[in-house]
């Protein structure tokens, strides 16, 4: 020290607080146990907190005490004759510490003193080299990463890994609550041999017994199952810390050995781990309740587009300022535009109809739906006109307009379905009255033909009546027959058959599709080897085979596009000469191999959403029309073939 210091340090001017404030700072910068001592009032007046970790003591235990509170063997305090000495240091739990004291004056004719302690016998100092300062921080590096593994239990495998190293201890166990029972289970340890000496699940006095940080050696008695059962297996000493908050606690982290050095830092060190511990379930416990929720909610929004994708009414969804944020296949197909093409447009470009929208729009801005319906007539985009209903919805936030649903309803098929309705209705009617009819004329003709037979019998052979008999049994044969046909006339067939040009029907599904063909990037291809593929057959219930095989071939390639092609050819092998084939191709994954020979089966299906009813009413349409229906299919690919009976070949059905 320089002799002009306090001169240069005069200008600080430090008041009694700040004073005694930088001399425990400077006490806290010194690396070994250092105590600040008054001599003269023989009273302990500050420690460091290397001495705190070192002693396991708290304030309490020994500030504002005698020096032999805290060193009860020390024999001399004065800085010239007592340094260098060797003492007893007292520790909470542990037998006394051997030390080194060195002695130093504060200051010059100052009663307090500071007393530096050198423990003996430890493998290294609490004044760590640099060597094992990087290997402490290399260790907590370590720790740290622990956090980047996305598996709750291997992350929590490297935490005790590194924490039985860093707090050298021979095992360390993880116990965690389990359902409603109050128990502890042993989750995890270091070393299952050591692990299986300590109790598999902690009862309900060991629960209330572990409330806090606490440290059991084997110079105590034991006073739960836990510290009895690691007494009887000759541990020496066991630390133990509740996981979780002081309101919820779910675990215990338990560490002990059988050596009788514990490390100076066990018990702060063991519970920083702990709360690390704590923070790394709790963070992997929200993280995977965020992922399921989060997987929830992709579920709920895929049900939500796979039922507005599905819905028969058209679906426009608006930004506030009316541009179309999102549209339907049902209003792609009514209106003329494909998704990307619809989307960020005004709706008024696309929207046409024989009535303005602004005030329904102007309402729903305001929070009100709105219904239009009487004559409204919308307009395709190649000019065709249709009646429709339309709605506005506005769906709010806060009171803040977030988006406006606009729905379409094309009324034009629900009057066909009324008219047919009613048509069904009449027919249903007249089939009832003509089989009453028939019915009760042919009960009248039955007793005139059983007359005439009476008659028949009771006349000779040539009488010149019989002829007008037989006449009128010939007549009454006649209307019998007539009435037969009348009730089999009455009956309601199953199908409607006619002349269907495949190639024309199957073009017309496809232009049907392309809007949503060009939304999932799907490429189509249609070709047929045959001029005019005509079968007999029900038009709508061949669409309908159609109709099903496009829709699975585009759910199986929703999500990353692909190719479609269908081709009208000759059947393959000869003995399907009567047949046209139809293949109906798709670039999807494929069919499981599991289910590919049960998939014609009700209720199988290869598609988690689907319902397994389709391909099974699509296989028994065909059959009805004498034809058949195979598939083929590889990772990569599916192949459908749907053989129709050309129409010389048809048998009525």
């Known amino acids: 020290m320089t002799e002009n210091l306090p001169e240069h340090l005069s200008h600080l001017n430090l008041s009694q607080a700040e004073g005694i404030e930088g001399i425990l700072t400077l006490l806290n910068l010194v690396k070994d146990p250092a105590i600040l001592y008054n001599s003269t009032q023989d009273r302990i007046v500050a420690a460091n907190n290397v001495l705190f970790l070192l002693s396991g003591l708290e304030e309490k235990d020994f500030i504002g005490k005698e020096i032999q509170s ?52 430890l493998d290294s100092d609490l004044s760590t080299e640099p060597s094992d300062q990087t290997e402490l921080l290399q260790k907590l590096h370590k720790l740290l990463l622990s956090r980047t593994n996305k598996d709750l239990k291997a992350a929590l495998l490297q935490v005790l890994e590194v924490s039985k190293a860093l707090l050298d201890v021979d095992v360390i166990c993880l ?79 338990v560490a002990g050995g059988k050596t009788r050095q514990t490390h100076p830092n066990l018990l702060p060190m063991a519970k920083l781990i702990a709360e690390y511990t704590t923070g790394l379930m709790e963070d992997q416990i929200a ?97 065709k006109s249709f009646p429709a209903q339309l709605m506005t919805t506005p769906v709010m936030s806060d009171g803040k307009l977030i988006a406006i649903i606009v729905l379409i309803r094309d009324t034009s098929q629900a009057e066909e379905n009324q008219a047919e309705k009613k048509q069904l209705e009449q027919r249903a009617i ?41 006449k009128i049994q010939d007549e009454c044969n006649n209307l019998i027959q007539l009435m037969e046909s009348v009730l089999s006339f009455a009956k309601p067939l199953e199908y409607k058959m006619s002349e269907v040009d ?22 189509s291809y249609f070709e047929t080897e045959i001029d005019s593929p005509v079968v007999q057959g029900d038009i709508r219930a061949l669409e309908q085979v159609f109709t099903n095989l496009i829709s699975n071939a585009v ?62 009413i699509t296989q028994r349409i065909i059959n009805a029309h004498k034809g058949k229906i195979e598939v083929d299919s590889f990772p990569g690919g599916t192949m459908f073939k749907v053989f129709l009976a050309k129409q010389k070949e048809y048998f009525s059905l």
């Open 70 to 121: 805290l060193l009860p063997n020390l024999t001399d305090a004065n800085p010239i004759t007592g340094h260098g000495q060797k003492t007893r240091l007292r520790h909470k739990k542990q037998p006394l510490i051997l030390v080194t004291v060195r002695i130093f004056s504060l200051a010059k004719e100052s009663d307090h003193i500071i007393l530096l302690l050198q423990p003996e016998g």
């Open 175 to 253: 116990y965690k609550a389990s359902g409603t029972i109050p128990q502890l289970h042993r989750y995890l340890s270091s070393d299952e041999v050591l692990a299986g000496e300590l109790p598999e699940p902690l009862t309900s006095e060991d629960l209330s017994g572990n409330q806090k940080l606490a440290l059991w050696t084997d110079s105590e008695p034991a006073t739960n199952q836990l510290q009895k059962t690691a007494a009887s297996a000759n541990f020496t000493y066991l630390v133990s810390v509740p996981l979780g908050s002081a309101e919820a606690k779910f675990g215990l982290f």
């Open 287 to 383: 993280l995977q309740n965020t992922r399921t929720l989060s997987n929830k909610i992709k579920q709920v929004v895929k049900i939500q587009n796979e039922i507005i994708a599905n819905l028969e009414e058209g679906i426009l969804i608006l930004t506030p300022d009316l541009s179309v944020a999102e549209i339907n296949q049902a209003a792609e197909n009514m209106l003329g535009y494909a998704n990307v093409e619809a989307l960020r447009q005004p709706v008024d470009s696309i929207l046409i109809g024989s009535e303005s929208f602004g005030s329904a729009f102007s309402s729903a801005r305001e929070g009100y739906p709105t219904i239009i319906s009487g004559d409204l007539t919308l307009h395709h985009r190649d000019g």
């Open 430 to 470: 007249l089939g009832e009255v003509t089989a009453i009819f028939a019915h009760e004329v042919r009960n009248p003709l039955n007793a005139i033909t059983l007359a005439l037979q009476v008659m028949e019998e009771s006349l000779p052979a040539e009488d010149e009546n019989m002829k007008w008999i037989r």
């Open 502 to 523: 495949l190639g024309q029907m199957i073009k017309q599904l496809l232009e049907r599709w392309h809007p949503r063909f060009l939304r999932l990037g799907i490429s």
């Open 555 to 616: 759910k199986a390639m929703s999500d990353d596009g692909g190719y479609l092609g269908i081709k009208i050819t000759k059947a393959e092998l000869d003995e399907d000469e009567q047949f046209y084939q139809i293949n109906i191709t798709d670039s999807g994954p494929g069919i499981p191999a599991d289910i590919k020979d049960q998939i014609f089966k009700p209720f199988v299906t290869g598609n988690k959403h689907g319902t397994g009813l389709g391909l099974a």
